[in-house]
């Protein structure tokens, strides 16, 4: 059990319509904490009732809301704001307690959620239509942006907060209400949003959170019940599917932010001291388990021993254990699925011929879920490690010696997210960044998260962009008035 200064965080009930409730049929299910297993509290397991619920006071809640003026609004939002930056050291503890990553990473994460909730309190206001000569002279053509209405949103646990607020954030800037459903893994970091978004003045209904362990019950309240107009989803690609044909039921809005395979290449002229910097931050925080994450490390042939026993030498200072504790930089794996996923996807690896430099060890027990940071050689792009999203801390190593090589292999993926490289010819960092099918590229750098610029993916990375001043356009329905009879 987390220790917090303020126990009025720690929350295990559903927040509908402003009131703290059990589930109806009063069931709960154990959040653990994945370092040693151990249960930190039962919460509330809502289903499809409780779901419907909240979206009808989420439907009551938008008629008034939306006609908040977007200045209200934005300070309610940054009450909101000033209530996380006050909490972040509670907020960080309950996310390492229930996701596990090191608590340094856990206040920066606070910090980067709480900058979404302070954008769009700023963006809310910077809402804009147009006027558009007409090709009458009798008419007026005028455009206005109006929210789109209820939103579910349902996110995933590798980062319980920032996913929250990315999303959260913009609906209620645009005069939306939204419906959350966190997974079930990491709700305690969403109930304790909801509790400083209570305190903030969010009124009744804006802003609901059904926690449940039933996810496809809840998914399909969501996405079938024909209140909801638009349903934003970070997770797998996989899922996404799934929820955006049930959406297609109801036409609804999507905006799905999904999973990755992203490329990390390192060409001859690189910096090399500078791109293991890189591909230490995006390949192993979160323990390897965020959806940019280097999958692929793609070196060119003159440069890679140099860099391989760079990485390496990096790699073995990396320090594993619970995040809670002093020093350590890489937390268990979320579960013991987690882990199993990521061995199998190693050893299938190691027996089609690669290498392990360092790491490439399990569990340390039975209720532990840690892999150790591993780097591996003489991967080739016929391995399913190159194919499949590894979501631990796992570094695949291949060689390449043309730059359309390495381009040719980075965009061999349905996926499209995020895609680095390292190089300082400035027609190569011009002709790499135009190349590569992905919508995020970090050119030496390895870190592209900011809430000041457009995260989202190409193919079946997803649909929509989010942060920065796109972000809130998903949450905005363009109309169009045309004014007649002007001169009549
Ligand atoms: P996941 O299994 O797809 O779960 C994500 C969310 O969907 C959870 O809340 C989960 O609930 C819920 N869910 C699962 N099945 C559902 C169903 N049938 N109907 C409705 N909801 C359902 O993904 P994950 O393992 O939690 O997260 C990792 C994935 O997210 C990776 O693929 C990663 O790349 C992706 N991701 C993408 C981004 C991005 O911005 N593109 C950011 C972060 C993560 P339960 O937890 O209750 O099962």
Known sequence: MPTLANTD??????????????????????VTNPADGTKIIDIADGGAVETRRAIAAAETAFDSWRKVTAKERSATLKRWYQLIIEHREDLAQLMTAEQGKPL?????????????VEWFAEEGRRIYGDTIDANDPNQRIIT???????VAAITPWNFPIAMITRKVAP??????????????????????LAALGEAAGIPPGVFSVVTGSRASEIGAELTGNPSVRKLTFTGSTAIGKTLLAQCAETIKKTSMELGGNAPFIVFDDADLDEAVRGAMASKYRNAGQTCVCANRILVQESVYEAFAQKLVQAVAELKVGNGADDGVTIGPLINRAALDKVSSIVNCAVENGAEVLIGREGSRGAEENYYYPTVLANVNEAMDI??????????????FHTEEE?????????????????????GRV?????????????????IISTEVAPFGGMKESG??????????????????????????
């Open 9 to 30: 965080l720690l929350r295990a009930q559903l927040y509908i319509d402003g009131q703290w409730v059990a589930a109806d049929c009063g069931k709960t299910f154990a």
């Open 406 to 426: 390495a381009i040719r292999i980075a965009n061999a993926t349905p996926y499209g997210l995020a895609a680095y490289f390292y190089a300082r010819d400035i």
């Open 463 to 488: 649909i929509g962009r989010e942060g920065s001043k796109y972000g809130i356009e998903d949450y905005l329905e363009i109309k169009y008035v045309c004014l007649g009879g002007v001169n009549r």
């Open 104 to 116: 340094a990473e856990s206040r920066g994460e606070v910090n980067y959620g709480a900058a979404f």
């Open 144 to 150: 206005r942006k109006q929210p789109v209405g209820v």
């Open 171 to 192: 609906a209620l800037a645009a005069g939306c209400t939204i419906v959350l459903k966190p997974a079930k893994e990491t709700p305690l970091c969403a109930l304790a």
């Open 386 to 399: 190159c194919h499949e999203e590894i979501f631990g801390p796992v570094a695949p190593l291949l060689t």
């Open 430 to 446: 011009s002709r790499v960044s135009e190349a590569l099918d992905y919508g995020i590229v970090g050119v030496n750098e390895g």
